[in-house]
């Protein structure tokens, strides 16, 4: 019977990639460590599916990259963009440059269920229905996290506490995340009977919906993942904008190589905030660390975010003291994990950010293509 009374070293609020990982990595270094999902898994979870060849490399540090080869997903083999006057540029992947040169489409839901099953087996504890609403706090220092299990009033207490409840997470919006000013939107189904489908992943800008783009990342030989998402809007219009540049897509005829003409849609569209403003967000305080989507880590130059997630896990165990410390040590280690988060990503997103402002307009994008 897990115990749920007990103080841990660590408990992680969410279940996604983020808190999957980080529970890999500190339950390996025998951190007592336990992760609370909101939902039963698997369960859905809006997001184009792609994982880009850094996620693939991160899955293969974790001794998952065999298993991406029977999950089920589909393999791609490069990225192709799509100028709205229909000239399009792919990908030629060099191992030179990056040892992975290919990437997946593997459906969230049996991907994070996986992530969360390799944690246990690393000893990680991991209990479902668990939805936090508060964080308990003593003399300035977070100590632990309030909210219902099952229906039931609980709470955990932790040397440390961990928030990867992703872009709209109850927990991250304590601290400074308006939804309303949300750096983009994202709505996606799953269709079949698609023609055209390749070895690529497609990202298509249209002037349709100049402030975005759409997807096709193929999950089989006629199907695939397709959605839109809205960028860079800052006034709460991209909920309503994303349902409009949604159906706009879908009507769509000119796709080539791709073809939506004669599909099926197979699933309800579904939407998620995906909230791409890293370091303008806090990454720590005293007992508490924000990781993945939750630290803002989604990229915005095209909007993934799982390889980030998995690596903001992997670098709060690595900057953690060994020994397990007091909670001033334990500060120093999250001090010292924000110093490395800021080396290893904020140049990345200060160039993105204004990769967006410079080609998030179909004229600039078509010249550059071109």
């Known amino acids: 019977m897990l115990d749920l009374k007990r103080e841990r070293d660590v408990v992680i609020i ?4 983020a808190g999957a990982g980080a529970a890999y990595y500190l339950a390996g270094r025998g951190l007592d460590t336990l992760v609370l999902e909101a939902k039963a898994l698997p369960r859905v979870k809006p997001c184009g599916d792609g994982i880009g060849p850094r996620a693939v490399l991160a899955l293969r540090e974790m001794g998952l990259e065999d298993w991406l080869k029977t999950s089920g997903g589909r393999r791609v083999e490069r990225l192709r963009i799509i100028a709205s006057s229909g000239a399009s540029i792919t990908s030629v992947a060099d191992s030179d440059i990056f040892p992975i040169v290919y990437g997946y489409v593997v459906e969230r839901r049996v991907f994070d269920k996986k992530l969360l099953e390799h944690a246990a087996e690393r000893g990680a504890d991991v209990v479902e229905d668990w939805r936090a609403d508060s964080l308990l ?3 300035g220092r977070f100590i632990g996290v309030k909210g219902t299990h099952r229906g039931e009033p609980a709470e955990i207490r932790a040397k440390l506490v961990v928030v990867a409840d992703g872009s709209k997470g109850k927990i991250s919006r304590l ?15 799953y269709a079949t009977n698609i023609s055209g489908i390749d070895d690529c992943a497609n990202i298509y800008f249209t002037r349709k919906f100049p402030k975005g ?7 089989g030989d006629d199907s695939a993942n397709v959605g839109v998402g809205i960028l860079g809007l800052g006034d709460g219009s991209a909920q309503k904008s994303v349902h409009t540049a949604y159906r706009h897509f879908m009507e769509e005829q000119d796709l080539a ?3 939506l003409s004669d599909s ?11 909230r791409m403003n890293f370091g303008k967000r806090p990454l720590w305080k005293p007992g508490l660390a ?3 989507d939750a630290a803002g880590l989604v990229s915005p130059i095209n909007g993934e975010g799982i390889s980030h997630a998995i690596e903001s896990g992997k670098l709060l165990s690595e900057t953690l003291p060994d020994p397990w410390p007091d909670a001033a040590g334990v ?3 999250l001090l010292a994990y924000d110093q490395a988060m800021q080396r290893r990503f904020l140049s990345f997103f200060r160039w993105g950010r204004l990769f967006d402002q410079v080609f998030g307009t179909p004229g600039n994008l078509d010249r550059a293509v071109k």
């Open 257 to 259: 190589p791709a073809s």
């Open 264 to 274: 099926h849609v197979s699933a309800r569209p579904v939407g998620s905030v995906m």
């Open 290 to 292: 924000f990781i993945g």
């Open 213 to 219: 783009y759409a997807w096709i990342f193929p999950t």
């Open 331 to 333: 500060d120093r280690g």
């Open 137 to 139: 706090e003593e003399r």
């Open 175 to 189: 601290f400074g995340a308006d939804l309303s000013r949300a750096h983009a939107v994202g709505l996606r189904t």
């Open 14 to 17: 969410g279940g996604g990639p």
